[in-house]
């Protein structure tokens, strides 16, 4: 089996680590261990640094905390990282999630509670109607009680390709249900990545493809993941800050009960969410309101008194931000600054050119109005006059 594939790493040297947390910029940090929970949203029009922001903090999260684990879920293929392990799930990829691994907590586990939630999951994905959701709910009951894991959690648990045959079956049985349902499944099917070995998550950055993958495909990836770490994590017991999930672009998780779990529960356990959105609305209020840290970068106008009202920030000041510049609320502390981004973090600004001090006078006047200089003092000059706003 060939390797998972490790970006190469970069170090930066821009921004200080310190031992509290991640810098946002130079003059500002995240300390995710110091705030109630970790789960942190970001909000932000296209073009306003949402990708870059989101980027950057993971990359100091791993920089600050190198025996974190980070689950990127990348719906787009541009969370590329250095020093990552890549997952790309397509039609010929050797990597697969199997939805239907059993939840083994005692209270809130079992096959039963993990047919119910498939079935559920792929109701909203593929818009099956109440007659097709059942019949599938009692389709994966049966397979559950045939591979024996009714009866011993602990069994291997069936795969979507045992559930495409199964529904076979009970069509050539007459079952028009089946019929309809695998129809709705066929493209799921044909792609095979609920039927392949499991995905490895470790410690490091673990970023998941999901780019090649249909939108309907993708979602049901993305919300087992999420599921299977909060299942592991909850059988794992408390611990503090262990894993971060991050998922850019949420909208594409609508009305997520895994991404909802998390958010309740997740902090207990170590488990916390990043998520990323263009707009609030497509976040839950269970996000909303379990968030200690919200970022809100520029958004589009039309959005602004709702997006102010929501994040409880100053309207007219959310208005007049541009590309990178945030209003931060981290806990009960706000502020306003701009963000450093992924490519400022690992491409750092040239630093001012020492100054001899034995130097002449002459010298050191030539120095100080030297263009690379002077371009540097008014980029500085800049970054303060927006951080005192």
């Not at 970069?10 to 970790?38: D, F």
């Not at 049966?142 to 069994?155: E, F, I, K, P």
């Not at 050539?172 to 609920?194: H, M, N, P, V």
């Not at 087992?224 to 594409?252: C, Y």
């Amino acid at each position: 089996m060939p390797p998972v594939k490790i970006a190469p790493p970069i170090s930066s040297n821009l921004l200080p680590l310190t031992p509290e947390g991640v810098p946002l910029c130079p003059r500002y940090t995240w300390t995710p261990q110091a705030l109630p929970n970790a789960h942190l949203v970001v909000v932000g029009a296209s073009g306003s640094g949402k990708t870059q922001t989101l980027k950057g903090l993971l990359f100091g999260l791993h920089s600050w905390q190198p025996n974190l684990t980070l689950l990127v879920i990348d719906f787009h293929g541009d969370q590329k990282l250095p020093g990552e392990h890549t997952f790309p799930l397509h039609l010929s990829s050797q990597w697969g999630i199997n939805p239907l691994e059993v939840n083994l907590d005692p209270t809130a586990g079992g096959p039963n509670i993990q047919a119910i939630a498939i079935a559920a999951d792929l109701r909203k994905a593929l818009r099956l109607g109440p007659n097709q959701e059942g019949v599938l709910l009692r389709t994966l009951k049966s397979l559950y009680d045939a591979h024996g894991v009714t009866q011993d959690w602990t069994r291997k648990p069936p795969t979507f390709h045992d559930l495409e045959q199964a529904l076979i079956a009970q069509e050539a049985d007459g079952c028009k249900e089946s019929a309809k349902i695998t129809l709705k499944l066929q493209i799921t099917f044909e792609f095979r990545i609920f039927s392949r070995q499991s995905i490895p998550i470790t410690t490091g950055i673990n970023r998941v493809d999901l780019s090649s993958l249909p939108q309907e495909i993708a979602v049901i990836a993305a919300n087992a993941l999420i599921a299977q770490q909060m299942n592991r994590h909850r059988i794992a017991g408390e611990s503090p800050l262990k894993t971060f999930i991050a998922v850019d672009e949420a909208k594409k998780l609508p009305q997520s009960e895994a991404c909802d779990v998390v958010m309740r529960d997740g902090r207990k356990f170590g488990l916390h969410l990043m998520l990323a959105s263009q707009s609030e609305r497509h976040l839950s209020q269970d996000v909303l309101a379990n968030s200690s840290s919200k970022i809100v970068l520029p958004v589009d106008q039309s959005e602004v008194n709702k997006v102010a009202k929501t994040f409880r920030f100053d309207p007219n000041r959310l208005s007049r931000l541009s590309q990178f510049e945030a209003l931060i609320r981290l806990g009960t502390t706000a502020f306003q600054t701009r963000i450093t981004p992924f490519f400022e973090r690992i491409n750092p600004a040239p630093l001012l050119p020492k100054i001899d001090t034995a130097a002449s006078q002459r010298d050191v006047e030539q120095l100080m109005i030297s263009p690379q200089y002077l371009e540097v003092l008014d980029n500085l000059n800049a970054l303060r006059t927006q951080e005192r706003l």
